[in-house]
């Protein structure tokens, strides 16, 4: 994808800032660290996302403009185990109600660690989107960390036990990033 402009187009701490905003979006869903702002950066070119090798950080909806239209929502990491209860309530919390609001969502992006493979936070999040309906695509990040053969075996086991289309990510490598740029048009075309 030919991207000429991006840019930050809001942060929201509550639910309730949340502009009406009929514009197609696209959400990036991930544990804490698992290299969501990188994986923004990489797909827009720029380095607009904060990344971070301290999770946990921020408890917010970042917006993305991309080329005056199309939205990328990168929602707030969750499952990071150092963080308070009553921290993790609210990260899920404001993923809740984030959904409850949000408009038009063409694809919803979950991002899962090569090395981790799904962890229970992760199905948390699956079964909150399932129920929304909306198409899914999983990204393996930091898929420099494993071998060729379990990459593969990870995509395989995505798509038959989940029924999920999984694609191989890492910021060391431009490989994927085309594969994930075409899953992406093709969702956003109406
Ligand atoms: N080796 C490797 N490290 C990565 C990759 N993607 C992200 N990281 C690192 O993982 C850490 C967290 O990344 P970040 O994008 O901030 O994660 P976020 O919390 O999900 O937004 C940072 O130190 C990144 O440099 C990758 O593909 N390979
Ligand atoms: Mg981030």
Known sequence: ??????????????????????????LFFGRSNVG???LINALLERRLAKTSSMPGKT???????????????????YGYARVSKGESVRVRKLIADFLARVENVKLAVMLIDSRHGFLPPDLETLA?????????LTILTKSDK???????????????????????FSIKSPAGK????????????E
Do not use: C
């Open 1 to 26: 994808m030919n991207i000429k402009r991006s840019e930050l187009a809001g942060t929201f701490f509550n639910a309730s800032q949340l502009p009406a905003d009929p514009h197609p979006k696209v």
């Open 36 to 38: 969501k702002s990188s």
């Open 146 to 168: 494993i071998s060729f053969s379990q990459q593969r075996d990870l995509i395989a086991q995505f798509k038959n036990k989940f029924g999920l289309l999984a694609i191989s």
């Open 59 to 77: 408890l917010s909806v970042n917006y993305y403009r991309v080329d005056g239209r199309l939205v990328f929502a990168d929602l707030p990491g």
């Open 178 to 189: 085309s594969e994930i740029w075409r899953r992406i048009k093709e969702a956003i075309k």
């Open 128 to 136: 909150q989107i399932v129920e929304k309906n909306f198409p899914i």
